[in-house]
């Protein structure tokens, strides 16, 4: 149950009166076997977050050419070291609770579950422009959910940042931010992230699974993709 006071004036001829009223609102917790469950049967991919569904938006082409990119130049090296790579359909179960479909991502050793993971070794995210607010996502609920559309950026840098970094393997967490030619790098410890790496034109990053030169990817993005 949601409990706010909201404070309202009214103001009448030459005098004002202020009155408290206190509005309760049910909001839909969701367990995350009950999401797991409506996922499966679900024509739209969503996200959990703190027991609350949101339904997420189909990427640009710039975002899956970039994701797509980055798979092929870590996908041989992870093979190679006895990992499993994988693109934007598997999910990852945070030690809180979340769950989050990350747009790259590697896992070593043994699957938690067919259909999620909870340790992964490495984690991309390529970061969306920052689109105007927009509704029609949906009530909250398993099926439906709320929109998560806008200000992906800043979800994947804080929200997503700290609940991946909840898992005790995860070595690297890598933002891509194609509009800026940069990546932000987090190598996180403990359960948390200590510090954050920019690279940006003439960089590469090193990860356990090979290369990522900043350059070369965008430049690929560049002449590969066909719209803005």
Not at 47 to 56: F, I
Not at 81 to 96: A, E, H
Not at 98 to 115: E, F, K, S, T
Not at 200 to 215: E, K, L, N, Q, R
Request: with cysteine; net charge negative; charged share 25%.
């Amino acid at each position: 149950m949601l409990t706010g006071s909201v404070r309202i004036d009214r103001r009448g001829e030459g005098e004002c009166s202020a009155y408290d009223r206190v509005v309760t609102e049910a909001i839909a917790f969701t367990p995350f076997e009950t999401y797991l469950d409506h996922q499966q049967l679900a024509e739209r991919r969503h996200e959990l977050v703190g027991g609350r569904v949101y339904a997420l938006a189909g990427g640009s082409e710039r975002h899956d050419l970039a994701a797509g990119l980055i798979y092929e130049a870590l996908a041989p090296g992870a093979r190679s070291g006895g990992c499993r790579p994988f693109t934007s359909n598997r999910l990852v179960r945070t030690l809180g609770g979340n769950a989050y479909y990350p747009d790259v991502m590697v896992a070593c050793g043994p699957a938690a579950h067919r259909l999620y993971e909870t340790d992964p070794a490495l984690i991309v995210e390529v970061l969306s422009p920052t689109l105007p607010p927009r509704g029609g996502g949906g009530p909250p609920g398993p099926v439906g959910g709320e929109d998560s559309t806008s200000c992906t950026g800043d979800l994947d840098r804080r929200e997503k940042a700290v609940a991946y970094a909840e898992s005790t393997l995860l070595g690297l967490l890598l933002l891509v931010d194609l509009s800026n030619r940069r990546m932000e790098a987090a190598r996180p410890a403990g359960g948390r992230i200590h510090d954050w790496t920019v690279y940006g034109p003439g960089d590469v990053v090193s990860t356990a699974f090979g290369d990522i030169d900043v350059d070369v990817l965008c430049d690929a993005v560049d002449q590969t993709a066909t719209t803005t």
